[in-house]
C-alpha cells in the first residue's frame, strides 16, 4: 500500500490479535510506540526512480526513507505512554511484538535509541535506531484479509 493510517491498523490488530498471537498488554505497547511517529499515514520508503540520463528524480521532491518509520523513544518515555508499565513487562511485550513480526529493532552500536539529521541540516533522518515500523505498513493488507 502507498500509505496506511496508523490508527486503523492499530484497530485492525485489536480485532486479530488472537489469531497472531499477541496480548493486549503488547498490542498497548505498540500503540504506545505509534504515539511517537508524528504523522497518521505510515508509508513505505520507494527508490528513487533513474531518469534516461542517469540522473535521480530530483525535482520529485524529499521521498520517505527507511529512516521515515523508525521511532526512537526513551524506556522512561514509552513506559509512561505505556501507562506506566515496569520496565522488565515492556521488554516483554516488545519482544514479543519482535517475535510476531509486528516491529523491527534496529539496534544501535551502543544500544541506544536515536537518529541523526542528513548532510542537508533539515528534517530528514540519513541513520534512525530504534524500533521500526515497516512491517506494519508492508503487512497492512494481510490484516485486513485476516479481519
Given at each position: ?10 484497530r485492525?490488530l ?8 499477541v496480548?493486549d498488554r ?8 505509534l504515539?511517537?511517529?508524528p504523522e497518521?499515514?505510515l508509508?513505505l520508503?520507494r527508490p528513487?526512480?533513474?531518469v534516461e540520463?542517469?540522473?535521480?528524480e530530483?525535482?520529485?521532491?524529499p521521498?520517505p526513507?527507511s529512516c521515515?518509520?523508525i521511532?526512537?523513544p526513551?524506556n ?5 505512554r505505556?501507562h506506566?508499565?515496569?520496565?522488565a ?5 516488545l ?6 513480526g509486528l516491529i523491527i529493532?534496529r ?5 541506544k535509541?536515536?537518529a541523526r539529521?542528513?548532510?542537508?541540516g533539515?528534517?530528514r533522518?540519513?541513520d534512525?535506531?530504534?524500533f521500526?515500523?515497516t512491517?506494519?505498513?508492508a503487512?497492512a493488507p494481510?490484516?485486513e484479509?485476516?479481519?
Amino acid at each position: 500500500p502507498a500509505a496506511v493510517n496508523k490508527w486503523q491498523v492499530s484497530r485492525t490488530l485489536t480485532e486479530i490479535r488472537e489469531r497472531l498471537g499477541v496480548s493486549d498488554r503488547a498490542l498497548s505497547v505498540l500503540t504506545a510506540l505509534l504515539s511517537f511517529h508524528p504523522e497518521t499515514a505510515l508509508t513505505l520508503p520507494r527508490p528513487r526512480q533513474v531518469v534516461e540520463d542517469g540522473q535521480d528524480e530530483a525535482d520529485a521532491g524529499p521521498l520517505p526513507s527507511s529512516c521515515d518509520l523508525i521511532v526512537f523513544p526513551s524506556n522512561k518515555a514509552l513506559a509512561a505512554r505505556a501507562h506506566g508499565m515496569a520496565p522488565a513487562t515492556l521488554w516483554r511485550h516488545l519482544t514479543a511484538l519482535v517475535a510476531a513480526g509486528l516491529i523491527i529493532r534496529r539496534d544501535s552500536p551502543n544500544g541506544k535509541r536515536y537518529a541523526r539529521k542528513d548532510a542537508s541540516g533539515q528534517e530528514r533522518f540519513s541513520d534512525a535506531f530504534g524500533f521500526d515500523l515497516t512491517p506494519l505498513v508492508a503487512r497492512a493488507p494481510e490484516f485486513e484479509a485476516i479481519a
